[in-house]
T-cell receptor, first 112, second 114 residues
Framework: RKEVEQDPGPFNVPEGATVAFNCTYS??????FFWYRQDCRKEPKLLMS???SGNEDGRFTAQLNRASQYISLLIRDSKLSDSATYLC?????????????FGAGTRLFVKA | NAGVTQTPKFRVLKTGQSMTLLCAQD?????MYWYRQDPGMGLRLIHY???????AKGEVPDGYNVSRLKKQNFLLGLESAAPSQTSVYFC?????????????FGPGTRLTVT
C-alpha cells in the first residue's frame, strides 16, 4: 500500500461545479497535511495546509479525518483557472518537516 | 528575492555521461531537497539536507550523489547517467524544524537520457 494515495482522475467538471478530492494516508502518526497545486509543466506550490478543525480559504475547504486517515479538498464554484493537478502531502511524523510524502496527484479539468 | 532557482532547465545526456544539477535558494532555508517526478509516480525524494555540510538519503538515492557545501546551494550529481534517470527533477527548500513545513520548489530540470 502506498503511503499516500489519491484518485488520479482526471476529474472533468463544468465551470461553477463543486468538486471534491480525497486522499488517504497509511501512517497513523502523521502530523502535518497539505494540499499543493501543480500546473502543467510547472513546479508544485502550496495551496493550503490542513488543520484538524478543518479550514477554508475562499472557495477551497480542506478537512482532516484522523480516525479514517484521510484528508479532503473541496472546491466550490470551479473556475477555468482551477484546472491543475492537486497533490496531497503528508509529513509522517513531527520531525521537523523534512520527511514529506507526496501523493501522485489528482488531475482536474474545468471546462466552459 | 528569486526564491529557489535551478540550472539547467533542460538537458539531454547520453548513457554513461555525467552531470551536475545546481539548486540555489536565497531564503536562508535550512532544509533542502531533491525530488524526481515521473508520470503517475508523484514526487519521490532522492536526497535531502537538514543543514550546511549534511546530506541524507531519501526514497530513491541510487545513482545520485549530493553535496551541500554552502547553505544556499544543493548540488545533485549523476555520475553515469542511465535511461531510467530520464525525469523531471525538482529542488525544494523549507525553513526547517520549528517553522512552517511549506516547501518552496524550483522550476525544475527536464533531463532526458538516451
Amino acid at each position: 500500500r502506498k503511503e499516500v494515495e489519491q484518485d488520479p482522475g482526471p476529474f472533468n467538471v463544468p465551470e461553477g461545479a463543486t468538486v471534491a478530492f480525497n486522499c488517504t494516508y497509511s501512517n497513523s502518526a502523521s502530523q502535518s497535511f497539505f494540499w499543493y497545486r501543480q500546473d502543467c509543466r510547472k513546479e508544485p506550490k502550496l495551496l493550503m495546509s490542513v488543520y484538524s478543525s478543518g479550514n477554508e480559504d475562499g472557495r477551497f475547504t480542506a478537512q482532516l479525518n484522523r480516525a479514517s486517515q484521510y484528508i479532503s479538498l473541496l472546491i466550490r464554484d470551479s473556475k477555468l483557472s482551477d484546472s491543475a493537478t492537486y497533490l496531497c502531502v503528508v509529513n509522517p511524523s513531527n520531525t521537523g518537516g523534512f520527511k514529506t510524502i507526496f501523493g501522485a496527484g489528482t488531475r482536474l479539468f474545468v471546462k466552459a | 528575492n528569486a526564491g529557489v532557482t535551478q540550472t539547467p532547465k533542460f538537458r539531454v545526456l547520453k548513457t554513461g555521461q555525467s552531470m551536475t544539477l545546481l539548486c540555489a535558494q536565497d531564503m536562508n532555508h535550512e532544509y533542502m531537497y531533491w525530488y524526481r517526478q515521473d508520470p503517475g509516480m508523484g514526487l519521490r525524494l532522492i536526497h535531502y539536507s537538514v543543514g550546511e555540510g549534511t546530506t541524507a538519503k531519501g526514497e530513491v538515492p541510487d545513482g545520485y550523489n549530493v553535496s551541500r557545501l554552502k547553505k544556499q546551494n544543493f548540488l545533485l550529481g549523476l555520475e553515469s547517467a542511465a535511461p531510467s534517470q530520464t525525469s523531471v527533477y525538482f529542488c525544494a527548500s523549507n525553513a526547517g524544524s520549528g517553522h512552517t513545513y511549506e516547501q518552496y520548489f524550483g522550476p525544475g530540470t527536464r533531463l532526458t537520457v538516451t
